[in-house]
Structures are given as structure tokens and as C-alpha cells.
């Protein structure tokens, strides 16, 4: 019973400080007379408080990082990491499927989500800073709270999946202007990847292996935006010249 209420304990002060930091490091900003005008101000406070996220929850969670660690050691490790990033990816581009034809027949237009909108904005804006933010800190945040602080919670495993999954995948839509079916198509592929990684955390019962796929995923998905983002600025410019 202790154990429980130490484990909601680290839960809810990881959450709050999830919801809260950005927004009292920009308190604090402002205080101090600086102006926050730009995109890449919003990326840069964002950075930071995802870097003090991380070093609280290592705090919280150092015990089970160090009993975690054993597991790099393993050989293989990186033959189950590669197998389980092909899973995800796999299911991934089939959720995103699934997303568009519900779209279609509920007559809703295909366009990326606002989570999305605004990484992609951020990223052209901060692009080296996004792909370190995305693909380091931003892993060990959210896997640290939404898989494992979550399963010290509840202990029944499909019920862990499920909710992990569905807090995941509502945390990257809502709150929204958007319709609320809308937003509810739009966030299948959040909740089916929050569940794939929660799945693997389990089969696992260890923390690196979905912190890492996050990571490479986000890393690859990164890439991906930014190789788009300079090939649609070089025809800009040749069209531009040609005009």
C-alpha cells in the first residue's frame, strides 16, 4: 500500500510538472522583460523544460533506470529492438491507413493533425534543436510517465495497455477546436502507437526498449519532415528564380 501511494506520488508530480513547466518557464521569462516573439523562442523553452522533465525523472525513476540497464548488455538486445521498430512501423502506417478511411467516409478532410501542425512549424523554425529534443528527452519524458510511472499503477497488463494507450493518444489531440469525432479519427494512430509501446515495455519489462523506438522514431520521422521541408524550399527558390 506504501509502494502504491509513493508510485501515484511520482506519478502526479511527473504530471504536473509535464502540464505546468513550459508554461511557468515562460512565466518567467516575461517577468524578467524578455519577449518571447518567435516559433524558435516556443522551441527553446519547450527544450529546456523537457531537459529539467528528464532530470527530474530520472530522480523519480533512477532504480529502475539502473535495473533496466542490464538489459544493453543483452546479445540480443538489438535484434529484439530492430524486430519490435518494424512492428511499431508496420502498425503505425496501418493505423494511419485506418485514420484516412474513417476520414473519407465521414466526410472529413485528410490533413495532418494540430500536434503535427505544430511540429512542423517548430521543427522549421528550430530544426537541429527539434531533432535532438524529439528524439533524446522527449522519449525519456513521456515513456517514463506514460509507460512506466502508469504500470506502477496499474498492475493489470491489458488494462495498462489500454489506458496507457489512450492517455497517450488523447494527450496528442486534445484539447482541440476540432470536431470531436474528428479528433477521435485523429488520434488513432497516437493511441495505437501509446499501446504498441506499452506492449513492448510489458513483453519486455523494460523501460529502454520503448524509449528507444520512440526516439527512433521520432528521429526518423524528423528526418523525413526536414528532407521534405529543404526540398520544398529549393523548388520554392527555383520557381522563384525562374519567375
Not at 521498430?85 to 493533425?113: A, D, H, Q, R
Not at 524528423?222 to 522563384?240: A, D, E, F, G, T
Request: net charge positive; hydrophobic share 50%.
Amino acid at each position: 500500500m506504501k509502494e502504491r501511494l509513493i508510485n501515484i506520488i511520482k506519478l502526479a508530480v511527473a504530471l504536473i510538472t509535464f502540464f505546468t513547466l513550459s508554461s511557468l518557464l515562460a512565466l518567467g521569462i516575461k517577468s524578467m522583460g524578455f519577449a518571447i516573439t518567435n516559433y524558435k523562442d516556443i522551441v527553446i523553452i519547450t527544450s529546456a523544460s523537457e531537459v529539467i522533465l528528464a532530470v527530474l525523472i530520472f530522480i523519480l525513476y533512477n532504480k529502475d533506470f539502473i535495473s533496466s540497464k542490464a538489459i544493453l548488455s543483452d546479445k540480443d538486445f538489438i535484434k529484439k529492438l530492430v524486430k519490435y521498430f518494424c512492428i511499431f512501423w508496420v502498425i503505425k502506417i496501418i493505423s494511419s491507413i485506418v485514420m484516412t478511411v474513417l476520414c473519407l467516409l465521414c466526410g472529413y478532410e485528410v490533413n495532418v493533425s494540430e500536434n503535427q501542425e505544430a511540429i512542423n512549424l517548430y521543427t522549421t523554425s528550430a530544426p537541429i534543436l527539434m531533432l535532438l529534443t524529439s528524439s533524446i528527452t522527449t522519449p525519456i519524458v513521456e515513456e517514463c510517465i506514460f509507460r512506466l510511472g502508469i504500470s506502477k499503477i496499474i498492475r493489470n497488463k491489458s488494462l495498462f495497455i489500454i489506458t496507457s494507450g489512450i492517455i497517450f493518444g488523447f494527450l496528442h489531440i486534445f484539447p482541440t477546436d476540432l470536431d470531436i469525432i474528428y479528433a477521435l479519427v485523429n488520434s488513432i494512430p497516437y493511441v495505437t502507437m501509446g499501446m504498441v509501446l506499452a506492449y513492448i515495455y510489458k513483453k519486455e519489462d523494460n523501460i529502454y526498449y520503448p524509449m528507444i523506438i520512440h526516439g527512433l522514431n521520432n528521429l526518423v520521422s524528423m528526418i523525413i519532415l526536414l528532407c521534405s521541408w529543404k526540398n520544398k524550399k529549393i523548388m520554392y527558390n527555383r520557381k522563384k528564380f525562374w519567375c
